[in-house]
């Protein structure tokens, strides 16, 4: 039985902020359907590295191959060659990263309009369908400063998945979540992988990691220093890094009683 075609191919990524190098050669694979934490502590590089795939990051060597669409080192594409790439990745901010002035509709089909072309029609339906799915459908009128946190959430990753993307990015998602609403981004997140998607999800949450993800990939020193299925690297660490990454301290907030409001 043959391999499915990775979704996303990293090799050799270099990339580096001024003059110091972040990132100095991560390898990593994502196939179709599969959920996978890239994890490490803060400043290992983990948000470099979604941004270098999102084109939002230039990089200096290696080759990313994304939704079947290539990246090369150097300066970044303009925003107009980019557009291949744009329909097959999506990206979810740490910070959600919502315009204030648009509506939640005017939100998840700002893409869809002026970068992919769509009509109105279609961008409209799309999003609708979207935030039904999501539960979010009777805000579609609202402004993000009238959203809770979940819903600002589930508000960004209708936004990401409004052009039909195989690769979703996310960035520390569970950073100020409660353990109730990780566990449901989690269930939702594995709903997307379910329909053939493929995820990578940045994150230092080591117990959301093993509950909801198929695999981990440990990155410090600037590269992928240990990788595996999420239970297995987890609980029996092999790098020093994943060891240290176990110990830190974790970040808790008070349970809510919903969710996802």
Known sequence: MTEPVPVLSVEGLRAAHGAREVLRGVDLQLAPGELCALMG???????????????????????????????????????????????????????????????????????????????????????????STLGVAARADAYPRHLSGGESQRVAI???????????????????????????????????????????????DVEFARAHCDRVAVLADGAVVEHGVARDVLDRPAHTATRALLLAEPTTSPVEANPWT
């Open 41 to 131: 502590v803060s400043g290992a590089g983990k948000s470099t590295v979604l941004r270098a795939i999102a084109a939002l990051q230039p990089f200096t060597a290696g080759r990313i191959v994304a939704g079947g669409v290539p990246l090369a080192p150097g300066p970044l594409p303009p925003e107009s060659r980019l557009r291949p790439l744009r329909s097959v990745v999506g990206m979810v901010f740490q910070a959600h990263s919502l315009f204030d002035h648009l509506t939640v509709r005017e939100n998840v089909t700002l893409a869809p309009l002026h970068a992919l072309g769509w009509s109105r029609d279609r961008a409209d339906g799309a999003a609708l369908e979207l935030l």
């Open 158 to 204: 209708a936004r990401a998945l409004a052009p039909g993307p195989r690769l979703l990015l996310m960035d520390e998602p569970t950073s100020a979540l409660d353990p109730a609403r990780r566990g449901a981004l989690g269930d939702t997140l594995r709903a997307l992988a379910r329909q053939g998607r493929a995820l990578l999800v940045a994150t230092h």
